[in-house]
């Protein structure tokens, strides 16, 4: 059976009015040493493309699914099919997933994990097919209600240990399909008040699930980078891993964080307070920047929208800071994204990541022309000028004291700050994006 009745989607260039064709993504288009493919490693999330249905609190599903009509296990071999075929013709070479996304759960554990066995094996079988790749899986740890208190941190140890078997089931089936890595998220890893709350306890139960999957992982010689992807809040009141610098305060404490790097998603970022820039500086400063979740809030909604990317000076900062990373390595722009309710046709999966495909595509070429540029580089190296000689030198390299700078302090006859011109710089940015809009 075919799902998506379209030729497969090519590079048209900017001037194109199909709406089936990437305008600025051409991924044999090399920067540098390497392809524009090499550089995105695009990733489907199963979640949001084949499993949701668009309903939200205030209403039912809205998704028309050729798959919708079929019974438990049928409708999970039909999407695997179907996602095989939408990665076939978008070009996408990677995918993600949680383990109740592939298959549904059974009466029991042993009986989830018989149906996660029969569609792995299904999985398997198309990915030897075709080429395609487990960028990551995760254990949906979350949704059932017997996590209404947490999984690694729920204060009922029954469910510490339902929560361990199946992340150890996971940890097999990322073994068996080659998944490049293993995300930890922590849905319900938080709290919804301190009043009746050990928060110690539950951080150090937290570090203790972490160090029983690393120890599982080398059991079974799963060689997948480990990732913990963070966000502040929804469902829980305060989730322990909030954003990038709380996780890795909390890996440190641990002595987690040589094991651990971060899965960033821009619409977690912007719900912690920061940019997602921040977020990816943050972890490209400290070695932990691992793989993104490529997606969108809404800046008049404070929840979780998971809108595709199409702002491209988000993408074109967020580029820069990939790129500046030296790439994602084994991570990549996974698009936990969904189209909005009212797009609710089957071709609306496929036209909604061509969107986000050029918007990614589009902010790779104007990042990449910046640093060619060195324009962010040059700006920040005249800022800090003065840390380059004299008594600036002395306070980089550690070579100095309070007296002596208090003596210094007290020889000047004046301090001279200088504008930084941001608005100038913010009008630049603006430049590179027309430019290279205008194929200049």
């Known amino acids: 059976m075919t799902y998506f009745d379209i030729e497969k989607v090519k590079y048209e260039g900017p001037k194109s009015n199909n709406p089936f064709s990437f305008k600025y993504y051409n991924p044999e288009e090399k920067f540098g040493n390497k392809t524009m493919s090499e550089h995105l490693r695009f990733s489907v999330a199963y979640w949001h493309t084949f499993t949701a249905d668009l309903s939200d609190p205030f209403g039912v599903g809205a998704a028309e699914r050729d798959w919708d009509n079929l019974n438990d296990m049928d409708k999970a071999k039909a999407r695997v099919e179907a996602i095989f075929e939408f990665m076939e013709k978008t070009g996408i070479e990677y995918f993600c997933f949680h383990d109740i996304d ?7 554990l042993k009986e989830s994990n018989e149906n996660l066995d029969e569609i792995v094996s299904l999985i398997k079988q198309k990915m030897d097919e075709t080429g395609k790749k ?7 740890n979350f ?3 017997r996590f209404v208190h947490g999984a690694a941190t729920s204060s009922n140890a029954d469910v510490f240990a339902y929560a361990a078997a199946k992340v150890k089931k996971s940890l097999e089936i990322a073994k068996t399909l080659g998944a490049e890595n293993f995300v930890f998220w922590g849905g319900r890893e938080g709290y919804e008040s301190l009043l009746n709350t050990d928060m110690k306890l539950e951080l150090d139960n937290l570090a203790k699930f972490f160090k029983l999957a690393i120890a599982y992982a080398k059991e079974i010689g799963f060689n997948g980078q480990f990732l913990i992807e963070p966000k502040p809040k929804e469902p829980t009141t305060h989730q322990y891993d909030t954003d990038v610098a709380t996780a890795h305060a909390f890996l440190q404490k641990y002595d987690l964080d040589k094991d651990f790097k971060f899965n960033i998603e821009a619409n977690h970022a912007t719900l912690a307070g920061h940019s997602f820039q921040h977020e990816l500086r943050y972890a490209r400063d400290n070695q932990m920047l691992g793989s993104v979740d490529a997606n969108q809030g809404h800046p008049q909604l404070g929840w979780d929208t998971d809108e595709f990317p199409t702002d491209i000076y988000d993408t074109t900062l967020a580029m820069y800071e990939i790129l500046k990373n030296g790439g994602l390595s084994s991570g990549g722009l996974n698009f936990d994204a969904k189209p909005r309710r009212t797009s609710f046709k089957q071709e609306d999966l496929v036209l909604t990541h061509i969107a986000g495909m050029d918007a990614f595509a589009l902010g790779l070429r ?7 540029d060195q324009f962010f580089e040059n700006i920040v190296k005249d800022k800090y000028q003065s840390y380059t000689t004299g008594i600036g030198q002395k306070i980089v390299d550690d ?3 309070f007296a002596e700078l208090e003596k210094y302090a007290l020889n000047l006859s004046e301090i001279t700050n200088e504008s930084d011109h941001l608005e100038v710089i913010k009008a630049q940015i603006n430049q590179y994006i027309l430019n290279i809009n205008n194929g200049d």
């Open 102 to 108: 592939i298959a549904p759960e059974g009466e029991n």
């Open 134 to 140: 487990l960028l990551w899986n995760t254990t949906n």
């Open 143 to 145: 949704t059932h209600q």
């Open 366 to 372: 104007i990042a990449y022309k910046m640093i060619d």
């Open 399 to 401: 070579q100095t004291s």
